[in-house]
T-cell receptor, first 112, second 113 residues
Framework: GENVEQHPSTLSVQEGDSAVIKCTYS??????FPWYKQELGKGPQLIIDIRSNVGEKKDQRIAVTLNKTAKHFSLHITETQPEDSAVYFCAPSGGGADGLTFGKGTHLIIQP | DAGITQSPRHKVTETGTPVTLRCHQTENHRYMYWYRQDPGHGLRLIHYSYGVKDTDKGEVSDGYSVSRSKTEDFLLTLESATSSQTSVYFC????????????FGQGTRLTVV
């Protein structure tokens, strides 16, 4: 099965600064790389994803970069805002119907 | 928001009692999943379903069973609840297999005393 590690486990940044969260995985067959955001009391929600034929994808203030050779991908959030405070999960997958394997999560704290 | 409803949202039960959690979807998605979320462990897959009456085990399936008699409903049963099953349980659905977006319910907080 897929081994997923996510770093850091907690990240505190000043409002307006950038945040980067990294996810490493073990399965070289993985070809789908999503990031989920979980706000307090809610279920996770997809915020951005990337497939293995693309190196980078951007959506306004968030971006995901993929390094398949090194087996890691990262979430980048620029110009952070208070509403970015949440727990973020990566969930790389390789195509089996086994369900997503999640990282343990990164608690992002935006300091005013 | 995707049409996923989990019930109940909160439940307190005693050790040794059976408990059933329900996940209901209105999206007609083929795949349904049950996860549990615990501090320090993230989300771990319990069981999943790839069609009516088609289910399989996930990473942490011991002590849990599931059933899917209709496309829209996926039930998770704890046959005899234990304190280690105190957790927040999430149902998720997806249109295809794991390589597409998964939509999550709001979660069920279960406390076993």
């Amino acid at each position: 099965g897929e081994n997923v590690e996510q770093h850091p486990s907690t990240l505190s940044v000043q409002e307006g600064d950038s945040a980067v969260i990294k996810c490493t995985y073990s399965d070289s067959a993985s070809n789908y790389f999503p990031w989920y955001k979980q706000e307090l009391g809610k279920g996770p929600q997809l915020i951005i994803d990337i497939r293995s034929n693309v190196g980078e994808k951007k959506d306004q203030r968030i971006a995901v970069t993929l390094n398949k050779t090194a087996k890691h991908f990262s979430l980048h959030i620029t110009e952070t805002q208070p509403e970015d405070s949440a727990v973020y999960f990566c969930a790389p997958s390789g195509g089996g119907a086994d369900g997503l394997t999640f990282g343990k999560g990164t608690h992002l704290i935006i300091q005013p | 928001d995707a049409g996923i409803t989990q019930s109940p949202r909160h439940k307190v039960t005693e050790t040794g009692t059976p408990v059933t959690l329900r996940c209901h979807q209105t999206e007609n998605h083929r795949y349904m999943y049950w996860y549990r979320q615990d501090p320090g462990h993230g989300l771990r897959l319990i069981h999943y379903s790839y069609g009516v009456k088609d289910t399989d085990k996930g990473e942490v399936s011991d002590g849990y069973s599931v059933s899917r008699s209709k496309t829209e409903d996926f039930l998770l049963t704890l046959e005899s609840a234990t304190s280690s099953q105190t957790s927040v349980y999430f149902c998720a659905i997806s249109r295809q297999h794991a390589n597409t977006e998964a939509f999550f319910g709001q979660g069920t907080r279960l406390t076993v005393v």
